[in-house]
């Protein structure tokens, strides 16, 4: 080995080292072999689709070991939930929808369990729970669509940010078996700070007097993803800021800093009307007109993913 | 006036202007006026019985002014939403329920959504969604109870403290009216900390550097609550720790610094089998085996509750 290669694999360690010293403080979840035997199984069973992992919602973070209080990241799962219900409607994809306990879900997120319940009721001649007719149609059309990919869709819940972290790194193991044919749809709103548990009170934090707490930074898994654990796989992941001058910057500085193929820059206050799907070479608006209910914008994001993962496996099969 | 009614007035004075300065700088919620009229429209409707107030679930803080972090409080809502349906049950109470969007809710909360999407299905003779034979018994026995109790329950929602605080206050304006006959059952888990607005950053905080928060003390509300906003009310407050050793303390010191009339004290990882209840007098301990999932302790809680609140009416009545 020449100098310049020790000298990259020296690097290459010290990286793999830093994250495996961060993954050791978090707690590891249990059911990772459960896990991580289920989503083998999904795969080999959808072998002849592609794959796409989405993962939804956002993560916690405890800011006490019995945890009475966290640190949250606002999101209700629209755009995973959304996305995984188009992947699913292509009939080219099987997806494992790694999502928040309790955030949306693909085909039950057009009802609310109220809107749902408000709509049973206890026919007196048959006495057996019936469903309002004004809500059949709808309600028809999300059972029919939800039942045709059933077999399709695998889904796995997390809430805290160790959850998360070492979930997705167990099912990338799975993933990059598959090559190419694996897309990862990272619209997860991940937390950036955590609280080191060395650090964490052990009780619930008495009110007598104002609080401080101190962040650390959470490393950059993305990193360590592309690079090491799914080198092969198509990645996409989402960058949210409620600052619009900064967005495509920082979806630039992303795609330079983890070297994944495609970065979705969205708004806040615009999210559900405009998206940016920004590459290392150029970058795409997609808009909806906000009046328009008829459309969501996830069906052309999805619509637009799927023709670039096609393109990337064709060019990886054909150097 | 003589000089210790002048001191105790100026004093009085004092906290209601400390109480306001606090208010003033919250976001106010827009729809006050809307809860106001339809909660005092639900009492007239319900003048016949006794109104009890069931707050529920966690309150959020907001750590930027277009937040995409808070801080949570955890609660699934169960003992507030649990007690609400043992409240109705009794046929005595009419229950305004305030509760935390999407947290549980009374008879809903014993299915998830997943549960009841599963056992839906498209009958193929009839072209119609059915429910499945086997969920029939336990869904029907669930609507039944909901519907004989549905124009004595007025759900309102919160999620950030703000709104839980300004609605709270607006709702006792309406029980205050009512005199002992109004019962506030104070189950949610309200902060103790917050970011005053002035502190708040305005756009997504950046992750370039680790983040220190500082916190400040949210006023006790439960004192001008019984003091000024609804002192003829029968008052009961919730006290959970995951420290048992300090639990009782807590809830004796929470008696005599407020004034009201019970303190359901409760330990993070008991809390389903065991509460105790605390008054400034005595203290009573409520248990169940904690294998038996036969009977939930909610209804053993509203069962003594409901005797106290009572007698509370009946010791007021005869003064």
Chains 1, 2 share one sequence.
């Not at 995984?84 to 928040?100: G, M, P, S």
């Not at 026919?123 to 019936?130: A, D, L």
């Not at 160790?162 to 990338?172: A, D, G, I, V």
């Amino acid at each position: 080995m020449d100098e310049i290669n020790l000298q990259r694999q020296s690097s290459t360690n010290d990286e793999l080292v830093l994250i495996e010293e961060f993954f050791a403080q978090l707690t590891k979840p249990k059911n990772l072999d459960s896990i991580r035997d289920k989503a083998r199984e999904f795969c080999q069973r959808n072998s002849h689709l592609k794959i796409a992992l989405v993962t939804s919602g956002g993560t916690t973070i405890p800011i006490e070991l019995n945890t009475v209080r966290f640190v949250d990241n606002f999101s209700a799962g629209t755009r995973g939930s959304a996305s995984t219900e188009y992947l699913l409607k292509t009939e080219q994809y099987a997806v494992i929808f790694l999502f928040r306990h309790k955030s949306l879900e693909p085909f039950w997120r057009h009802f609310s369990s109220d809107e749902l319940f408000s709509h049973l009721d206890v026919n007196p001649e048959t006495n057996q729970v019936t469903v309002c007719p004004s809500f059949q149609p709808k309600l028809k059309e999300v059972i029919s669509e939800q039942k045709k990919s059933e077999n399709r869709l695998l889904k796995i819940t997390f809430t805290t940010l160790s959850e998360y972290l070492f979930t997705l790194r167990e099912l990338t193991m799975v993933l990059n078996e598959l090559g190419s044919k694996a897309m990862l749809y990272l619209a997860a709103a991940v937390s950036d700070f955590y609280i080191p548990p060395e650090n964490l009170a052990i009780h619930k934090i008495q009110s007598s007097e104002p609080l401080r707490l101190h962040f650390e930074l959470v490393p950059k898994v993305l990193r360590p993803l592309v690079k090491f654990w799914v080198p092969d796989a198509f990645v996409i992941s989402f960058k949210l800021e409620t600052d619009e001058n900064i967005l495509l910057l920082k979806a630039r500085n992303a795609l330079k800093r983890y070297g994944h193929k495609l970065v979705i820059a969205n708004e806040l206050n615009t999210r559900k009307h405009k998206v940016t799907l920004v590459t290392e070479i150029d970058s795409e608006s997609i808009q909806i007109n906000s009046q328009n209910d008829e459309i969501e914008i996830e069906q052309l994001i999805v619509a637009n993913v799927v023709e670039r993962h096609n393109q990337f496996i064709h060019d990886q099969s054909s150097r």
